[in-house]
């Protein structure tokens, strides 16, 4: 399995870069570093996103059993039925795990990461079933974890938000090119995982779904650039998303009404699953969280910057990009580590210099794949993940680049 050998691979590189500065460079604060991380991280695996995640899981996880009752997931299913029928050969039609998915991926478009991982977290569950080999993945759980990972969003309300803390110019002069990099990295993902589970991507449904996308993505940029002000898009950001997550609720409730549900025993029966959940993904969490800090913690992520710069210095090319490089090397692996790395991007460069802003598009390009696999696949106990990870990487990747490109283009 990929994730067993990274995550040992986190461990050793540590301890050997430990071992170098501490004899070497006579660092003898390397391993106190490191050991601190190491619990430090444990802690706030469990009391800082488990235990805050129960309630978040127990609360949507109600909803999405009232929305079940209700038949607004049926109806969902039907609507997005056709495209996802192609991207998803192996799950029947009108199947509950299609809206579902479906319910996830528009929480993620609105930046509503309290509400997407519950409802990421239920759809994997309903692919689990029907997944004939529980210990792998199937085809259809690693076209829904590559299409998560790679975070399609449309609103990055959070990073608007940090940069409006500290002090930015104009909060929201990253907002294009977040929407620009996410989609390139959806994208890229998909193809990958189509051409790998040979889905025929020239089907006439599937054109039509990705051009009709394509075009809306278009449209909106276009719209929120001729129209409205920078004040207003970051006005709209806050408004749609907080409307949006609070109208779902009440439209699932309203349609249980009419179809004569008990909708207080249905969101109960429902929420029960949330700490269930919220437990069994605790060893995952700390497992993952903890290598990934042990690997920051011993200065790899400077190295591998360092060679960057070195590299693209004798290439004799600009590196004013490299400054933020450290939110990309990030986000795969921590959304807590990425923000974090991005913050400081800018308190260091400044919100309105090049890095700062390139920083947020980094952050705002993808998902953290080696988290969400833990999580996701860990929360149904799949212990093989075949190539999810090499593609989730692969579309970090794209997004990664876009994410560079388009910087430059706006912000030269």
């Known amino acids: 399995m990929t994730l067993n050998y990274i995550w040992i691979s986190f461990f050793i590189i540590a301890f050997i870069l430990g071992l170098v500065k501490l004899v070497f460079l006579g660092d003898t604060e390397i391993f106190k570093t490191m050991v601190e991380g190491i619990f430090d991280s444990s802690k706030s695996s469990v009391m800082d996103i488990a235990l805050p995640l129960t309630g978040a ?3 949507w996880l109600g909803i999405m059993n009232v929305g079940e009752k209700a038949g607004a997931i049926n109806f969902l299913s039907r609507i997005v039925g056709p495209f996802f029928n192609r991207l ?14 479906m319910m996830n991926f528009s929480a993620n478009l609105l930046g509503l990461d309290n509400a997407a991982t ?7 569950g309903s692919l689990q079933e029907l997944n004939p080999n529980k210990e792998t993945a199937s085809n259809a ?8 990972t790679s975070g399609l969003q449309l609103l990055p309300v959070t990073i608007i938000a940090q940069r409006a803390i500290l002090n930015a110019t104009d909060p929201t002069d990253v907002f294009i090119p977040c929407i620009i990099a996410t989609y390139v990295a959806t994208v890229v993902g998909m193809l990958i995982v189509a051409i790998k589970q040979k889905i025929n991507l020239f089907d006439r449904v599937i054109m039509l779904w990705l051009g009709g996308m394509t075009t809306f993505i278009t449209l909106l940029v276009w719209y929120f650039t001729a129209y409205l002000t920078k004040q207003q898009i970051g006005e709209f950001s806050k408004v749609a998303s907080n409307v949006m997550l609070f109208a779902i609720p009440v439209a699932f409730i309203v349609g249980a009404m009419v179809k004569k549900v008990a909708v207080f025993e249905a969101f109960i029966d429902g929420a029960k699953g949330g700490f269930e959940t919220s437990v069994k993904i605790i060893p995952y969490l700390v497992a993952m969280l903890v290598a990934i800090s042990v690997f920051r913690s011993c200065g790899a992520l400077g190295y591998i910057n360092d060679g960057v710069r070195w590299v693209f210095t004798q290439l004799h090319s600009d590196t004013r990009f490299i400054d933020a490089m450290p939110v990309a090397y990030m986000k795969p692996l921590s959304g807590s580590g990425s923000k974090a790395m991005m913050i400081d991007t800018m308190k260091t460069f400044g919100p309105d210099s090049f890095a700062g802003r390139l920083g947020c598009i980094f952050n705002g390009s993808a998902d953290t794949t080696f988290y969400i696999v833990a999580l996701y696949f860990g929360s149904v106990g799949i212990k093989k993940s075949r190539y999810a990870i090499p593609a989730g990487l692969i ?10 490109l388009v910087a430059y283009l706006f912000f030269g």
Do not use: R, S, W, Y
């Not at 039609?93 to 579902?100: D, E, I, M, R, Y």
């Not at 519950?118 to 994997?124: E, I, V």
């Not at 579309?395 to 560079?404: L, M, S, T």
């Open 395 to 404: 579309a970090d990747f794209a997004g990664i680049i876009a994410a560079i």
């Open 141 to 148: 759980q690693i076209m829904f974890l590559v299409l998560h």
């Open 88 to 101: 998803f050969p192996e799950v029947p039609k009108n199947h509950p795990a299609t809206g579902q998915m």
């Open 118 to 124: 519950p409802l990421g977290l239920k759809a994997m």
């Open 57 to 59: 899981m127990a609360f």
